[in-house]
């Protein structure tokens, strides 16, 4: 029997070196600089919210501003991820010179679309509040609504910017800056003893972050893009086939093209949001204020964990836009084998020291969340589930395929929805963490199985194998075997992460080659 093609892909690319895996990683290591520091904020600000004001304030907050981020995504139109892949098609297809004129093509209808969607959000308000069971409600949502304009033109930048393999501005403004102000000022609120500006406080750094980032993304159409934009072994023609009418034009991208791609998008990522932000509404609507907090606050280590998966994501997303343009599947499939290895060696440790200690770990955000321990337990088993189908449901965006990505968020939206239905009345916060890892595994699961007659991939290769092994060792055996030794506790969870982490620096580095590290 031959060997796995993706396998030798891998190896090849270890050992010979290769741009495209070179500029991904690249991209990575800066979003992962900003990721760090910005998963560490964004815990940060949550302890805070939690140990300084009561769980009916924290409950309340964490609702409003989950109203706030699925707001932000549908008034965002699917601008952002229309931009990452039409701005990386044109640049790797010689045609870079229409990029200012798609930027304006989506910001300005993404503009008036959440200023409507602003307005909307502080009529609905009160309807709102009354539902919450608390005045405070409305004060929190309109003030929110105020600022949702520069949530969506910060979106909308960062996205542009990233099209050209520029990941400082997304790490050094939306990772590092501004939760950094929001942290600041929400410990200003909890030293002053008043939880009336907390909605001020969490969103007011949106504007600051906007103006920047236009700042940043207006620099890069004026300089140019750093760096090569296809990489080596791009074609030096147009390629034959599906993309061949796209590739052979010289006008720039239409609007029907545009948005026929970006609206579907648009509902998917609208469909995601409420599958990841969801849950809280629909557990403080089902469950009280209360569960909420401790249902948010035993997703915030999914949260973090999200910090260091996009940090690889982002910096893929348009180097696979770039591939699938110009029919480089075998690259495709290399990448996609290697990026699901990267994504787990960054958030397996996460994932299996949370579940392991999970009643420590609820403990940092203050007695009363011992509850969501079970919870926790619950989301951490899902998302080392889903990290091991890795990225299939960016790649099948990346190929257009808008359609079937939106029915697949759907899906996952349904699934969300109908689970905390059933389940939050009768469990609380751990029903509503079943609900949140079943739509997140439909949502994984479903593009492997549609893009079988277009770009087979096989989540279960080497490399995912390499490193599912050396984190289930030094994050799994190890904190369990400390654990037995020293008992339940802060000494074990300190020693577990000390000494795996060493011991997973080691076996990344040992593993370097097969993991597609060597560049």
Sequence with gaps: MGADPVVVRVTEVAERGNPGLRRVLRGGAVNMAGAVVGAGLNLALIVAITRAFSQEAAGLL??????????????????????????????????AGAVPRLVRLATVPAVLVSCGAAVLMAAFAGPMADALGTDDAAVYLRLLAVFLPCAVLLDTALAATRAHHAMAATALLDKVGRPLAQVGLVAAMALSGSAGMLALAWAGPYLPAAVLA??????????????????????????????????????????????????????????QMGVQRGGVVLTALLGGLTGAAVFTAATRVMVVGQFGAQTVLSAAQPRFAEQLATGDHDGVRALYAAGSSWLMCLTWPLYLTALVFAPEVMGVFGADYAAGADALVVICAGQLAASLLGMGDLILTMTGRTGANLFNNLLALAVSVGGCLLLVPAAGAVGGALALVAAVLVRKALPLWQLRSHVVLRPLGRPVLVAAGGCLLWFGALPLAAERVLGEGLPALALAVVAGSAGHLATVWACRGPLGLRT
Aim: aromatic share 12%; glycine share 14%; charged share 15%.
């Design 62 to 95: 964490f609702s409003a501003t989950s109203v706030f981020l699925i707001a932000a995504a549908v008034a965002n139109v699917g601008a952002p991820d229309g931009l990452v892949y039409f701005i990386a098609r044109l640049r790797v297809l010689g045609r």
């Design 214 to 271: 236009w700042f940043w993304l207006g620099r890069i159409l004026r300089r140019g893009a750093p760096g090569e934009a296809a990489g080596a072994g791009a074609p030096s023609a147009p390629p034959a086939g599906p993309d061949a009418g796209y590739a052979s034009g010289s006008e720039p991208v239409s609007p029907a093209e545009f948005w026929s791609f970006s609206l579907p998008r648009a509902v998917a990522g609208v469909a």
